[in-house]
């Protein structure tokens, strides 16, 4: 399988960390990113949206990590990273849903202005944040994770730019149970560090 790849991208590390843990190989293409490669031949034909990360698996192509995430779980993992019963798997679908909007919006789009200097709302994102990491951090006050008694593929998904916050002006200071979960994931068998975690 062919992960086409950008290492400061959080998207992309939430499979690779996935993978990591999970002990599912991936050949790692990098990008070059900044020289558009992902907007023209071959990768836009891959995939037309112009994005990574993009997973091929022989004749599977695949963008968005989320759904990379469910594909890898149901295809390549052990079951508990993706629960097989209806209210397990609808619980993680919650969290890859938080993951692609409110964490997306929030903290990883605050990262966006600060660190790559993308023209968006910066007081906006801060609010975004500000609103949903009490909400996982009360939800972690709870459980250790996300779903269930063990990591699950929401926690590959919530993690990385919750974990990246910092990134973009928003401290983890007052989520201790962000900050043991985070921690919690980097104990973990395989875990696979990035820059900025």
């Not at 062919?2 to 990591?20: I, T």
């Not at 558009?36 to 112009?50: E, S, V």
């Not at 929401?154 to 990134?167: G, I």
Request: aromatic share 8%; charged share 20%; proline share 9%.
């Amino acid at each position: 399988m062919k992960l086409h790849d950008l290492e400061l991208s959080g998207n992309c590390y939430k499979v690779r960390l996935f993978a990591a843990l999970a002990g599912i190989p991936l050949d790692i293409a990098p990008v070059d990113f900044l020289g558009g490669a992902h907007k023209r031949p071959p990768l836009i034909d891959l995939n037309p949206w112009g994005e990574i990360p993009i997973l091929e698996d022989g004749e599977v192509v695949l963008r968005d990590s989320q759904a990379i995430l469910v594909y890898l779980a149901l295809k390549h993992a052990a079951p508990g990273w993706l629960p097989r019963d209806p209210a397990g798997m609808a619980a993680v679908q919650q969290w890859l849903s938080t993951a692609a909007n409110e964490i997306q919006n929030g903290p990883c789009a605050a990262r966006l202005v600060d660190k790559f200097g993308y023209a968006l709302d910066k007081a906006d994102t801060l609010r975004r944040a500000a609103r949903i990491l009490p909400l996982v951090d009360a939800h972690l006050a709870r459980q250790r994770w996300l779903v269930g008694a063990q990591p699950t593929i929401a926690d590959c998904a919530v993690m990385p730019y919750v974990a990246l916050a910092p990134e973009g002006g928003i401290a983890l200071a007052d989520y201790p149970n962000l900050r043991r979960w985070i921690d919690d994931m980097r104990a973990l068998p395989g875990f696979l560090p990035m820059p900025g975690i």
